[in-house]
């Protein structure tokens, strides 16, 4: 089997079996430590405010909701229903946790950060 073969193969396989990538960007980066940070109270209201008080930047329910919807996908995160309330009329909140695989990935991320920060020379980042 030749290079370009195998590379076909595997992203045949790749399509059909549905597997998704865990690659994350940053915003989905943050989503998912938001998400771990909260433990078991994240769903996308509180994730939305936490992520505006530790980056500053307001981050849009609808954003969130696909994010949310796309880590989900990808295996990073599972949802379920909580329980309904008066408060919000008896509508149930949807509730994210971080899977064992979304933990895998934020570590595996992690890793490659602090990587590339142990060889940044101490003088590259003195005089910001």
């Not at 690659?23 to 996308?44: D, H, Q």
């Not at 989900?72 to 509508?91: H, Y």
């Not at 949807?94 to 602090?114: C, E, F, I, S, W």
């Amino acid at each position: 089997m030749t290079y370009r073969s195998i590379i076909l193969h595997t992203f045949t396989y790749l399509i059909k079996t549905g597997m998704k990538g865990t690659n994350l960007g940053e915003f989905e980066e943050l989503v998912l430590l938001t998400i771990a940070a909260l433990v078991n109270e994240a769903y996308s209201v509180a994730i939305c405010d936490e992520l505006e008080k530790y980056t500053g930047r307001s981050a849009k329910l609808g954003v969130v909701h696909t994010v949310l919807h796309r880590l989900e996908e990808k295996g990073l995160v599972k949802s379920k229903l909580g329980e309904a309330t008066n408060v919000r009329g008896g509508k149930r909140k949807r509730y994210y946790l971080v899977t064992n695989t979304g933990k895998a990935t934020l570590l595996k991320a992690k890793q490659v950060r602090d990587r590339l920060w142990n060889v940044i020379p101490e003088f590259a980042l003195k005089r910001i």
